[in-house]
């Protein structure tokens, strides 16, 4: 798949909610994932671990109020989105959240991917 083809595919598997999906087909098994600094997952490496810190992160949700993902700008073998959720988590309550998340596409796998959002 080429890099516009990854990133279409995966705005939709977000758009549906199929986030394990998504990364079971789009991502390298050995994935690097990125948080900002001083988040508790900062940094996380491959597949198995990104599949996990997704179901985490599902798991300390109550309710999804609404999310919007953009679609994708793609430039050589890099796309970003942006990710626009309002949530409430069971711990902390609601929250709104935007974030830029921007990966890396190399022999039709996304070997890495970056989030920039505000903390707290």
Known sequence: ???TEVAEKLV???REGQHTQAIDELYADNIVS???KGSPMELTEGKEAVKGKTEYWYASVQEV???EVSDP???GNFFAVTMDMDVTYKEGGR???NEVAVYEVKDGKIIAEQFFYNMG
Do not use: A
Request: proline share 11%; glycine share 6%; hydrophobic share 30%.
């Open 1 to 3: 798949m080429t890099t």
């Open 12 to 14: 939709q598997y977000c």
């Open 34 to 36: 990125r948080e900002p």
């Open 65 to 67: 109020h609404s999310g």
């Open 73 to 75: 700008v793609v430039t």
């Open 95 to 97: 929250m709104p959240m």
